[in-house]
């Protein structure tokens, strides 16, 4: 009895280790894998120094409206945006070894100081919405960890 491979595909799982565009349109593939493999959840794995806030924001969006159970595991070093893309699974993991760091939004500024004005408007705004987001989904008060 011959066995049909179409029937046996492998889960798909995601991994993250760069935050930029690239990596952006990578998650937006795995999830259309997953929903053509009939998956209800999609571990993203996530091993990454951190990247750009926008393509953050960008998975942020992708994951949330995705209709699939979103896990999150951090694994290895998941730091800065890594650590705020952790927090939206459903269900969170951390592997023995891994290391999670949060920090503020960084940018390196060039321009006259009308441009580095209005980037540090923009950084700030940033800055905000990510803690926020990292409140909202471990179900602090809104403020404890940009306090920290």
Request: aromatic share 6%; net charge positive.
């Given at each position: ?35 053509l493999n ?38 290895s070093k ?54 926020a987001l ?15």
């Amino acid at each position: 009895m011959a066995i049909d491979t179409k029937v046996l595909k492998r889960p798909v799982t995601a991994r993250v280790n760069e935050f930029d565009e690239f990596a952006s349109r990578m998650l937006s593939y795995n999830i259309t894998e997953a929903k053509l493999n009939n998956q209800k959840s999609l571990p993203v794995v996530i091993d990454s120094y951190g990247g750009e806030v926008y393509s953050l924001m960008g998975m942020v969006d992708i994951l949330s409206n995705s209709g699939l159970e979103v896990i999150t595991i951090a694994t290895s070093k998941t730091m800065s945006c890594g650590a705020f893309l952790l927090s939206i699974g459903k269900k969170r993991y951390a592997t023995p070894n891994a290391t999670i760091m949060i920090h503020a939004v960084r940018n390196a500024m060039r321009g006259d100081v009308e441009s580095q004005k209005n980037e540090i408007e923009q950084m700030e705004k940033l800055n905000n919405k990510a803690f926020a987001l990292l409140d909202s989904n471990t179900n602090k008060e809104s403020g404890f960890w940009l306090n920290k």
